[in-house]
DNA sequence: ACAACTGATTGTATTATGCAACTGGTATGG
DNA sequence: CCATACCAGTTGCATAATACAATCAGTTGT
């Protein structure tokens, strides 16, 4: 537990932990996907990271509090994987950069939909969407509301869809 | 320059170009501290880049088009980076990503006073700050103002050096 | 009993990083 | 005119991180 910091630059202490690859991208699954479990990280993203590197990832994000580990009551072997509070207020970042992402490189429609609406939403959406995550990942909070339907995440994966199926559509009609 | 990405996903377009331990590095210290020469960067930092690194990701970031490059009228060898358009939209991130590693990580306070103010700022101060980016990098916009004195970024190093008078002073009684 | 699935681990090859020394050229002061 | 310091990098080498495929033991459903 002996860590050696470069700088108490809070940029570089965030880099330290987030810096690299893969975990943002793990980060972002559990928050859009609602992937919770092991082998949804492993399959689910476009991406296809290593097992090893993701047992990696997991355990270092684990350690650093940005997301909780807990047994699934169904299944001996599942772990559950959720954000904690400090993983939930990664959304705005994923916002920003989602929104520079989507203007300046080269992606692709059906995976910058949701970005694009995060980014219409402002801020008053991402704070809904993380109200949403605390209920689904950090528990109960006193005064909680059942989130209202549809979600956040609901409304950006109809989105998706909805491009998905007009895409399909364009491709046989071609 | 036949790059393969990962995924059209603009979070992972993102992730491949600043996704490491030292791109955000380099132009935080561009856009906070003012640095535009290659030895402001390797030796003005706190953190100790590698002079091969830092060739390394400027060369990355040049080609994704976040810096651009030009030479230095006064002295033939030396070349001037400047953030581009991409570059300063980068700002809300970074603002972002400080109040977050500020509000949860071991921060030194004189090195997130900047961070502090930028939060307590919010986004018209980093709208202010961008124009005034943008006037000393990528040139003269129509209708432009010479900026107001202070500066946004004088202002933040003011901030620091109050608070690094003040631990000094303390450091001096104790 | 057995196949499929669970969260991982192991081995190996490749790539990235860290560190120090070094390069060719440029300004500067005496 | 020469020594010195400075300029943006480059090179060589050791170590660390990452990628990829195969594998593991326990669990579950059939």
Redesign the pocket.
């Known amino acids: 537990m002996n860590e050696r910091h470069r700088s108490g630059c809070p940029i570089n202490l965030t880099l330290e932990i987030l810096g690299?690859?893969?975990s943002l991208l793990i980060i972002r699954d559990m928050m859009f996907g609602n992937r919770r479990?092991?082998?949804?990280l492993?399959h689910g993203s476009e991406e296809?990271?290593?097992?090893?590197?993701?047992?990696?990832r997991?355990?270092r994000l684990l350690a650093q509090g940005v997301i909780s580990?807990r047994d699934d009551p169904?299944?001996?072997?599942?772990?559950i994987y959720s954000l904690t509070e400090r993983g939930v207020e990664l959304l705005p970042i994923f916002a920003h950069i989602g929104a520079w992402g989507r203007r300046y490189l080269p992606v692709s429609e059906e995976l910058s939909i949701r970005a694009q609406l995060l980014e219409e939403g402002g801020p008053a959406m991402w704070e809904r969407f993380m109200q949403e995550l605390r209920a689904e990942h950090v528990g109960a909070t006193p005064g909680e509301q059942p989130p209202a339907a549809p979600t956040v995440r609901e409304e950006l994966q109809a989105a998706y869809q909805t491009v998905m199926t007009r895409k399909a559509k364009e491709a046989q009609e071609a």
Chains 1, 2 share one sequence.
């Open positions: 690299d690859k893969w479990h092991f082998r949804e492993l296809g990271i290593a097992s090893n590197i993701l047992a990696d997991l355990k580990k169904s299944h001996k072997q599942k772990a």
